[in-house]
Nanobody, 117 residues
Framework: VTLQESGGGLVQAGGSLRLSCKAVGIITSVFNSNTVAWYRQAPGKQRELVASIIGGRSSSTNYADSVKGRATISRDSSRKTVYLQMVSLKPEDTAVYSC???????WGQGTQVTVAS
C-alpha cells in the first residue's frame, strides 16, 4: 500500500485548497476500516495533528483547534481517497501536510502548502 498526496501549492491568505490522499493497493474494506489523519509540520516546529476521520461505521471527525471551522476531512471509498478541504487559509497554515493510515501504519510523502500574506 502506498499513499499518494496531492493538492498542495502556493495560495494567498484567505484562499482555499483541497488536499488529496489516495491509497493505492488497498482493498476497500481495509480503506474503510482505517482511521486516517492529516498532520502538518512547519519548519522548526513539531508535527501537528490537523484532522482525523475515524474508521468503520462511525466516520466521526476531529479537528485541531487551529483549523476548526476552516477544515473538513472526508473519505471517498469509491476513489479510496481521503480529502482535507481548507478554507480561509492563513500564513500560519504553511507547512508540509502528510496523511497517515493508522491501522496499517502508512504515511504519505507529504505535500507542501504555502500561504502568502
Amino acid at each position: 500500500v502506498t499513499l499518494q498526496e496531492s493538492g498542495g501549492g502556493l495560495v494567498q491568505a484567505g484562499g482555499s485548497l483541497r488536499l488529496s490522499c489516495k491509497a493505492v493497493g488497498i482493498i476497500t474494506s481495509v480503506f474503510n476500516s482505517n482511521t486516517v489523519a492529516w498532520y502538518r509540520q512547519a519548519p522548526g516546529k513539531q508535527r501537528e495533528l490537523v484532522a482525523s476521520i475515524i474508521g468503520g461505521r462511525s466516520s466521526s471527525t476531529n479537528y485541531a483547534d487551529s483549523v476548526k471551522g476552516r477544515a473538513t476531512i472526508s473519505r471517498d471509498s469509491s476513489r479510496k481517497t481521503v480529502y482535507l478541504q481548507m478554507v480561509s487559509l492563513k500564513p500560519e497554515d504553511t507547512a508540509v501536510y502528510s496523511c497517515n493510515f493508522e491501522e496499517i501504519g502508512k504515511w504519505g510523502q507529504g505535500t507542501q502548502v504555502t500561504v502568502a500574506s
